[in-house]
């Protein structure tokens, strides 16, 4: 895990709930801390899942690294992230503040052999979907067309 925990209450609880599902933190799950970029993109491609607890986003551009990068995601069912992303087999959702939810859907990704979680990030619609997103060009084209839409419904 990159990045930190709001506070320690959370932290232990994660750890408590990682520990139900046999992972041990400091062992199964690694918690990298703030990364540079560089080494934070080599950890993403290395680890088995992003567990992403955000409670406010739209469009998640470390989902959409994640994806990038090869590495499933579980994240909160949150409105944003869910359309954006939802439908895609390689992002799983649970329901906000469910934590227990969270740690189990991230320790069954990390059971699963390497194969498994990275063949859901291999899947044709999560292909797809980064291919129509590759580029500030082609995700502005989007926006214009989504925005166009709009408009002409109107």
Do not use: Q
Not at 60 to 69: N, V
Not at 107 to 127: F, H, I, S, Y
Not at 143 to 151: D, K, P, S, T
């Amino acid at each position: 895990m990159t990045g930190g925990f709001s506070d320690e209450s959370t932290r232990s609880a994660f750890g408590r709930a990682a520990e139900r599902e046999g992972l041990k933190l400091g062992e199964d799950i690694v918690l990298a801390g703030f990364l540079p970029k560089e080494k934070y993109y080599e950890t993403l491609a290395r680890a088995r899942a992003l567990i992403y607890p955000s409670h406010s986003d739209s469009f998640s551009l470390a989902i959409l690294e994640s994806l990038a990068a090869g590495t499933p995601v579980v994240a909160y069912d949150i409105p944003g992230p869910r359309g954006v992303y939802g439908g895609l087999p390689a992002v799983r959702f649970v329901r906000e503040f469910d934590h227990k939810a969270m740690a189990e859907k991230a320790a069954r990704l990390a059971k699963m052999p390497e194969e498994g979680g990275r063949g859901l990030v291999e899947d044709e619609r999560v292909t797809s979907f980064l291919d129509d997103r590759s580029s500030w060009d082609l995700v502005a084209e989007r926006l214009a067309e989504g925005i166009m839409e709009a408009a002409a419904a109107r």
